[in-house]
């Protein structure tokens, strides 16, 4: 049996896929994968997920430099969930967020709302060009 076909993808053929930074164990992001984006993530050793909105595959740093180097993938139980272990490249700190941020999970509820609490690190528009 192929390793893929080992794992439980949703009925879009779709798994959701974490980011967590090797080191410090910082939740960087979330995003989707495919068959296609698994495959090559383990083949290339950099992260590659499933833009659903653009419905392509996308290899995270293609346009902003911000690559993530995967060291490990791991499957949760249910085997409905990737967790890849990375190191973000392209800036120091890493950035992982389109917001310029380290990590997309920046914000924190806190007394009735939602409070953010990471700094951004560079501008996006000087990212994204």
Not at 8 to 21: F, H, N, Y
Not at 63 to 75: A, L, M, N, T
Not at 119 to 124: E, Q
Request: aromatic share 10%.
């Amino acid at each position: 049996m192929n390793w893929l076909d080992e794992l439980k993808w949703d009925s879009q053929g779709l798994m959701p896929a974490i980011a967590q930074e090797q080191g410090s164990n910082d939740v960087l992001m979330l995003a989707w994968m495919n068959r296609e984006a698994l495959q090559k993530t383990a083949e290339l050793g950099r992260a590659v997920y499933f833009s659903r909105s653009r419905n392509k595959l996308w290899f995270k740093g293609e346009e902003s430099g911000h690559v993530q180097i995967v060291h490990e993938i791991r499957i949760d139980c249910d085997q409905d969930v990737i967790l890849l272990k990375v190191t973000q490249t392209g800036h120091t700190p890493g950035i992982a967020c389109h917001t310029g941020r380290h990590s997309c999970f920046y914000r924190v509820y806190e007394n009735g709302e939602w409070k953010v609490t990471d700094p951004v690190l560079k501008d996006p528009q000087t990212i994204y060009k």
